[in-house]
T-cell receptor, first 112, second 115 residues
Framework: QKEVEQDPGPLSVPEGAIVSLNCTYS??????FMWYRQYSRKGPELLMY????GNKEDGRFTAQVDKSSKYISLFIRDSQPSDSATYLC????????????FGKGTLLTVNP | NAGVMQNPRHLVRRRGQEARLRCSPM?????VYWYRQLPEEGLKFMVY????????ESGMPKERFSAEFPKEGPSILRIQQVVRGDSAAYFC?????????????FGQGTRLTVV
């Protein structure tokens, strides 16, 4: 079983839709949870990170962590064509938070 | 403030040659991380360096791969005697001392093709 599982998609939604992206994980030692956005042929860009459980909101983006279920989510409200990209979840343990374990990424297309 | 700079962006090497990938961290960042993204795979941690020190190289293949971050100049990822399986995108990230790896900024990557 992979440490981090992420549905690769592709996911296609109309502009203005609410997008839900998810990852599951198996390592209960993970404490830091991150979401990155990666445009084609570019480097990953950090969107937000959370420590332990709970929610975090930043503009149109909301990250949720449910450690009891080992499940994290990223919600994008009022999606825009410019949100079209691959979204990567990543996690790390306390004490070695620099060693990120990534999901494979979900390819999202927002259609005008 | 320039971001993390990686060069070259694209590198083609024949089997058996050496590949040298360079990474200049963001200004003020003293921590550098290298990741590899194989086709159809997620990013995989390779190595974590601070100036003149390798902190964690647990993700580095045991042979042919080495990394350094000298006192002056960029961090270098060196791959000796490249093979087709080394073809991948190699990303460098950097972070300031206080933030740790959770707030690492990534470069645009070097895409290595071995022919």
């Amino acid at each position: 079983q992979k440490e981090v599982e992420q549905d690769p998609g592709p996911l296609s939604v109309p502009e203005g839709a609410i997008v839900s992206l998810n990852c599951t994980y198996s390592n209960s030692a993970f404490q830091y949870f991150m979401w990155y956005r990666q445009y084609s042929r570019k480097g990953p860009e950090l969107l937000m990170y959370t420590y332990s459980s709970g929610n975090k909101e930043d503009g149109r983006f909301t990250a949720q962590v449910d450690k009891s279920s080992k499940y994290i989510s990223l919600f994008i409200r009022d999606s825009q064509p410019s949100d079209s990209a691959t979204y990567l979840c990543a996690m790390s343990r306390a004490g070695s938070n620099y060693k990120l374990t990534f999901g494979k990424g979900t390819l999202l297309t927002v259609n005008p | 403030n320039a971001g993390v700079m990686q060069n070259p962006r694209h590198l083609v090497r024949r089997r058996g040659q050496e590949a040298r990938l360079r990474c200049s961290p963001m200004k003020g960042h003293s921590h550098v991380y290298w990741y590899r993204q194989l086709p159809e795979e997620g990013l995989k941690f390779m190595v974590y360096l601070q100036k003149e020190n390798i902190i964690d190289e647990s993700g580095m293949p045991k042979e042919r791969f080495s990394a350094e971050f000298p006192k002056e100049g960029p961090s270098i990822l060196r791959i000796q005697q490249v093979v087709r399986g080394d073809s991948a995108a190699y990303f460098c990230a950097s972070s300031p001392q206080t933030a740790g790896g959770v707030e690492a900024f990534f470069g645009q990557g070097t895409r290595l093709t071995v022919v």
